[in-house]
């Protein structure tokens, strides 16, 4: 097929590629990502991997010549055509085991979605299990529509200043220029809504941000029609005070329910993915009301539709406003409601008479869903317990339940990975990959979700340690090249008069070790260091070196998690650590993407119980870096003693500076007696054969248990399916 594309073949393609561009779809696939990425690969690095942008750098008499270019030409096309494929298949998981939610679809409501770094409209985990959710129920076919906010200035980009001292920017981000669509009616005019707050009328628009087949709705209320204050209501994630986020939060919970009843939804779940969005219990009140029922036929009514899921055991995370911000924020609103002001405020609170007890967004949430659960075995048992109170019933008899959270395997995935699988799998001389090759055909996506895939991963005869630990020092050089140039932008490492050389930092032969997340104090980023003089010994090793990456940005507001921050870079420049240590700016979904992959090993030491499930370590499993952490959230279910390394055991000091001194010194002694010796035993072809096995076991037992395809299937099963 070498004859030139047709005038109507181009206008095919071009129309399918700017098709493809705005579907999220490309997330998840490799051979879709670097058809864009040729197209222009240096707007690919510099404008965050986006293929709207590309297409926007690349004429349109560039494209068409580039398309005449017949295996370019031939690649589109067989990737449109897998597009097509996927959005059109008809034989989901969902449509043998949940038909009927196409009809009823799950409303999934989240204050962020973590997408992908060009979407950059989520502030941590919450966010990138929401994206990882909705990509999921995509996968699953699941009947589903998800609901969030448009920041127009996102998430902050962090850099540090001259004092190590973290500083936020914020880059505009343009919907013109991401891969959302506005949401049209009928005529091709944009679909504008409205909702009370405060004491206006306030209108928002609404982009929809397609991922695979499923619809996300952004809502945002930038509009020439509303006063200014109500423009920038949506301008970021979590900015602003008490005031901003209550309104926030109305928006997303009242305004998201007025979208789908816009959109002659009627969905069987409403499903609050964390408390922000519990006033759009409120609203399904309302409607009720509207037409005849009373107040308590309509929250029975109500309960019944609602689905809560909680994620966090740390106070500040559970909005609490007074009533007097609820009366203000919700004059207007609560005036169409004709319920008196105190029996709305009773429902936020745990004592409904307690007139000094703020509203809280949690006890809301809790008191109008038919179910809720927390996200790990652990942190619905600390659910029970901080929520009895509420129920006034045994902890066991408290109505939380859990299920631990995953993320989306092949949107984590980094290509040389999924390369490196993808290649195993079509070698015809390998007669155990010829299993997967019978049953999945060339469908690799599906035969990458299965446990049998990744049990394989204990036979050498899949796969030889040869080949692991050569893939394993591709993916750390890849880490370290990747550092290096990073490094490199980063102004703040020349400040000091001797010059780092930037392309012999890190050593690609050393154990390395990465830490990326937020700072949030519970976390406790330094820990380590506590041990310092150990640490520096353990570094300057000749034979046996270790090095560490770390990462995270501490909410502008977090002065301790600030700090956290200017002591890691403070070390990593001015101590014996330098050269050993290093920080890289402005984490985001692509720098954790990196670092999960070139990682030996991730470790993870937050104050137990409070990490509620922790995510980022799922998303080490698939790549060979194996888990170190502390047995709180999913690794206390993860963790098997062969898998990966644990930090103290299945019980802590309830006494937090007791536990600080328990954990780092444990910490230590693991790394120095287990972790270190493990990964330098060599044979004598220089293949740790020990620590091969370990990084064996993690894969077989981890990967396919810690994915939001498990996730959704058991949201669906326990919760959606149960109406
Ligand atoms: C995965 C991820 C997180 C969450 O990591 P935790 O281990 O749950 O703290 C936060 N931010 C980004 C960018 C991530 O990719």
Wanted: proline share 4%; hydrophobic share 40%; aromatic share 10%.
């Amino acid at each position: 097929m070498n004859k030139p594309l047709t005038g109507a073949e181009l206008d095919e393609l071009v129309a399918g590629l700017k098709k493809l561009s705005r579907n999220l779809w490309w997330c998840w696939n490799q051979e879709a990502q670097d058809l864009f990425q040729e197209l222009s690969p240096r707007g690919w690095q510099n404008m965050f991997h986006n293929p709207v942008a590309v297409l926007h750098e690349v004429s349109a008499q560039e494209l068409r010549v580039r398309l005449q270019d017949v295996q370019f030409a031939n690649r589109a096309r067989a990737v449109l055509a897998d597009f097509q494929n996927y959005l059109g298949d008809p034989k989901t998981w969902c449509h043998l085991h949940a038909a009927k939610l196409h009809q009823n679809p799950v409303a999934y409501f989240s204050a962020e979605f973590g997408f992908h770094e060009s979407l950059p409209i989520s502030a941590g985990g919450l966010g990138i299990l929401a994206g990882d959710h909705a990509k999921s129920a995509s996968d699953l076919g699941l009947g589903f529509v998800g609901v969030g906010l448009f920041y127009r200035e996102g998430y902050f980009q962090q850099a540090i200043d001259s004092n190590n001292w973290q500083t936020e920017y914020y880059n505009a981000v343009d919907p013109n220029n991401v891969p959302v669509e506005p949401l049209l009616d009928a005529e091709g005019k944009r679909i504008i809504l409205s909702v009370e707050i405060g004491m206006s009328a306030v209108s928002y628009q609404v982009w929809r941000v397609n991922v695979g087949r499923v619809p996300v709705y952004l809502l945002d209320t930038n509009l020439p029609a509303n006063e200014q204050h109500f423009r920038d209501l949506t301008t970021r994630v979590y900015g602003g005070d008490s005031t901003t986020r209550i309104m926030q939060e109305i928006l997303l919970g009242v305004g998201g329910v007025r979208l789908l009843r816009a959109l002659k939804l009627a969905p069987s779940t409403f499903h609050m993915n964390e408390g922000h969005a519990a006033f759009l219990s409120l609203e399904l009140i309302r409607e009720k009301m509207a037409t005849g029922k009373n107040f308590t036929d309509a929250q029975a009514a109500t309960k019944k539709e609602c689905l809560f899921t909680t994620h966090t055991p740390v106070e500040a995370g559970h909005d609490r406003f007074t009533p007097d911000l609820m009366s203000y924020a919700m004059q207007r609103y609560l005036a169409s409601l004709s319920v008196p002001f105190n029996e709305i405020v009773a429902l936020g609170r745990v004592k409904p008479d307690d007139t000094r007890e703020p509203f809280c967004m949690t006890v809301l949430a809790l008191k109008l869903s038919r179910a809720a659960n927390g996200v790990s075995e652990l942190h619905g048992q600390i659910s029970r317990e901080m929520w009895q109170h509420l129920y006034n019933v045994p902890v066991a008899q408290v109505p939380i339940g859990h299920i631990t959270n995953g993320i989306h395997l092949l949107g984590w995935m980094k290509g040389t990975v999924r390369q490196f699988w993808k290649r195993k799998l079509n070698d015809s001389s390998n007669g155990e990959a010829k299993f997967f090759r019978e049953k999945f055909g060339s469908d690799w996506a599906s035969a990458v979700n299965h446990t049998e895939f990744w049990e394989k991963m204990l036979n050498p005869a899949f796969v030889s340690d040869e080949e692991l630990w050569a893939l394993r020092y591709k993916l750390r050089r890849e880490l370290i090249e990747f550092s290096r140039r990073r490094l490199f932008l980063q102004s703040h490492v020349v400040t000091q008069g001797d010059f780092i050389r930037f392309d012999s930092l890190l050593n690609p032969d050393a154990l390395t070790i990465g830490f990326a997340r937020r700072f949030a104090t519970y976390k406790r980023a330094p820990l380590i260091f506590q041990q310092f003089d150990n640490i520096v010994k353990l570094c300057r090793d000749k034979q046996r070196p270790v090095q560490f990456i770390f990462a995270g940005k501490a909410h502008p507001r977090d002065d301790e998690g600030k700090r956290f921050i200017q002591q890691i870079i403070h070390l990593s420049k001015f101590s014996d650590l330098t050269g050993n240590l290093i920080f890289l700016e402005n984490y985001d979904i692509h720098v954790a993407r990196q670092m999960v992959a070139g990682c030996d090993i991730w470790l993870n030491n937050p104050r137990r119980p409070l990490e509620a499930s922790g995510t980022s370590g799922m998303k080490a499993s698939c790549h060979g870096c194996m888990g170190f952490s502390i047995l709180d959230g999913w690794w206390r279910e993860g963790y098997d003693g062969t898998n990966g390394f644990a930090i103290s055991g299945d019980s802590h000091p309830s006494n937090i500076e007791e536990q600080d001194r328990v954990d780092s010194a444990n910490l230590y002694e693991t790394l120095t007696e287990q972790v270190v010796p493990m990964f330098y035993n060599r044979d004598a072809n220089g293949i740790p054969r020990e620590w091969l096995q370990r990084m064996r076991r993690s894969m077989a037992t981890l990967v396919s248990q810690f994915t939001t395809d498990r996730m959704v299937k058991e949201y669906t099963n326990k919760y959606y399916l149960n109406t």
